[in-house]
C-alpha cells in the first residue's frame, strides 16, 4: 500500500473544490497535508479508507435566549473534526482520535452504563439507540480522526464529534437518507440520555444545517428551524479569546437564566417567551417591588434580541450588509448593558469588554460583539477582508497570537468528502 502524499491530493480534480467548500479561506496545500497524513495513518492500522468532515459552531446573534424558549442564529464554520473511515463487517465501532486512546464500541450491545458517562463511548453507544429506534440502521467501521476545533473559544468541538458519527452511520448504512435534524436529534438525545450533560438542540443543530441557522425555540421538542445560505465576500469572522477563567463562573450563567423565569413566573408564565411583552411593560411598575432592576433589564434583553434574530435572518437572506452589521452591534451593546454578560462582579481585569472596545476602535472592524455565554472568553468581531490580517495582529498584541482566529462560516454541515 503505497504511501500517500499532499501531490496524491491535489492531482485530484475535486481535492480544491471540497476544501473551497467545506474550509472556506484554508489554504489548499495545508489542508492536502492534513488529509495525507491522516490517510496514512488510518492505513497503516485500517487500511484504505473514505473521508468524512464535522464543523463546528458559532452563535451569531441571539445571546441567552434559548433557555426562555427564545430565538438565534448561529452558524457552522470552516474548521472541523476531520475522520478517515473504513467500513467493516464485524459490528465493532472503533473511532481512533489522533492523540487519545481508541474508543471501541460493539453496535450489539448498546447498555447504557453509568461509568461512561462523560467518555465518547456513551456518544457513540447514544447515537446508535437513537438510530435503531427510529428505525435506522447501524454497523462497525473503523475511523482515524482528527479534530482542528478549538476547545475553549465556545465553538463546540464536543457536537462537532457526535455530528461526526451521525454522519459516517448515515452514509456507511442509511444511504445518506437521513434529514439534518434527525441527526441532530440523535445526538442531542445522545448527549442527554448516555453522556449525562443536559443540553438543548442549538449546537447541534448548527452543526447539522450548515450555513447561518435561524432558530426558534418556542418548543425544544420540535423548534422551527431555517437554513441560510451565507453570501457575504467581503467580510471575515474573527474569534478572540480574551482570557478569563470560566470554572468559577456557573453562578454567573445560571443566574441569567434564573432572573428572567423569576420575572416570567410573576407574571403567569414558566419562562419569558410565554409571557406577553406588552403585558410585561405594562407590570414594570409593580414587578421592581418583587424582583430586582438586573432582573428587568434582562428580560428586556430578551424581548429586544429575538426581534434581532429575525431582522439578523432577514439580512443574511438579503446579504444586506448594512442591516447585518447594525443588528450584530445592537446585540453587543445589549448583552454589554441590560444582559450584564460582559464581565462578572467584582472583574477589574474586564478582559471581554477590552477586546470590545479595542475592536470597536478598530477602522475595519464592522460589528463585534461579546460570543456566548459571556462573563470572560471570547468575542466575535465581523471585519472588512481588506483589514483582516491587520486586525489579527492588533488583536494578537493585546491577547496573544494563540488567542485570535479567523474563520468563515461554512454552508455545508456535517457531511462525507467527495474526493
Known amino acids: 500500500m503505497s504511501e500517500k502524499s499532499a501531490n496524491t491530493f491535489l492531482a485530484k480534480d475535486t481535492f480544491k473544490g471540497e476544501i473551497a467548500r467545506l474550509n472556506p479561506g484554508a489554504d489548499a496545500v495545508q489542508a492536502a497535508e492534513r488529509y495525507a497524513v491522516l490517510a496514512n495513518l488510518h492505513a497503516s492500522k485500517y487500511g484504505e479508507g473514505e473521508f468524512y468532515s464535522s464543523p463546528g459552531r458559532i452563535e451569531v446573534c ?10 438565534v442564529l448561529c452558524a457552522s464554520i470552516s474548521v472541523d473534526t476531520l475522520a478517515c473511515v473504513t467500513k467493516t463487517d464485524d459490528g465493532v465501532i472503533v473511532v481512533d482520535s489522533v492523540g487519545y486512546p481508541p474508543v471501541y464500541v460493539n453496535v450489539a450491545d448498546l447498555t447504557r452504563i453509568k461509568e461512561e458517562e462523560g467518555d465518547s463511548t456513551a456518544i457513540i453507544k447514544g447515537i446508535c439507540r437513537y438510530y435503531l429506534d427510529h428505525g435506522w440502521n447501524i454497523g462497525g467501521f473503523k475511523a482515524t480522526t482528527q479534530s482542528n476545533v478549538f476547545k475553549g473559544a465556545g465553538v463546540s468541538s464536543s457536537a462537532s464529534f457526535e455530528l461526526l458519527i451521525c454522519e459516517i452511520l448515515n452514509g456507511l448504512y442509511n444511504g445518506g437518507k437521513l ?7 440523535a445526538s442531542y438525545y445522545a448527549e442527554n440520555v448516555y453522556f449525562g450533560k443536559p443540553s438543548g438542540l442549538l449546537d447541534q443543530s448548527a452543526i447539522a444545517l450548515g450555513g447561518v441557522s435561524y432558530i426558534d425555540f418556542k418548543s425544544t421538542v420540535d423548534p422551527e428551524v431555517e437554513s441560510i445560505h451565507w453570501d457575504f465576500d467581503d467580510m471575515d469572522i474573527v474569534i478572540t479569546n480574551t482570557g478569563g477563567d470560566h470554572c468559577n463562573l456557573t453562578e454567573n450563567y445560571s443566574a441569567i437564566r434564573r432572573e428572567m423565569e423569576l420575572v416570567a413566573g410573576k407574571l403567569g408564565g414558566k419562562t419569558l417567551r410565554e409571557v406577553d411583552e406588552r403585558h410585561f411593560y405594562e407590570q414594570i411598575p409593580a414587578l421592581q417591588d418583587e424582583v430586582s432592576g438586573r432582573a428587568i433589564l434582562r428580560a428586556m434583553h430578551f424581548y429586544d434580541e429575538n426581534r434581532r434574530v429575525v431582522a439578523g435572518a432577514e439580512a443574511v437572506k438579503n446579504t444586506d450588509e448594512k442591516a447585518f452589521a447594525e443588528v450584530i452591534n445592537a446585540s453587543g451593546l445589549s448583552s454589554y448593558m441590560l444582559l450584564q454578560n460582559c464581565y462578572p462582579e467584582g472583574d477589574v481585569a474586564q478582559r471581554v469588554p477590552l477586546g470590545i472596545n479595542l475592536s470597536k476602535r478598530f477602522k475595519g472592524v ?21 483589514r483582516t490580517e491587520e486586525y489579527i495582529e492588533y488583536m494578537a498584541s493585546v491577547f496573544g497570537k494563540e488567542n485570535v482566529f479567523e474563520v468563515g462560516v461554512r454552508n455545508d454541515g456535517a457531511c462525507k468528502v467527495n474526493i
Request: glycine share 16%; aromatic share 6%.
Open 62 to 71: 441571539g445571546n441567552h435566549t434559548d433557555h426562555n424558549n427564545g430565538k
Open 366 to 386: 464592522k460589528a463585534v460583539r461579546v460570543h456566548g455565554g459571556g462573563f470572560a472568553g471570547t468575542i466575535l468581531a465581523f471585519v472588512d477582508k481588506k
Open 179 to 185: 434529514t439534518a435534524m434527525e441527526k441532530a436529534k
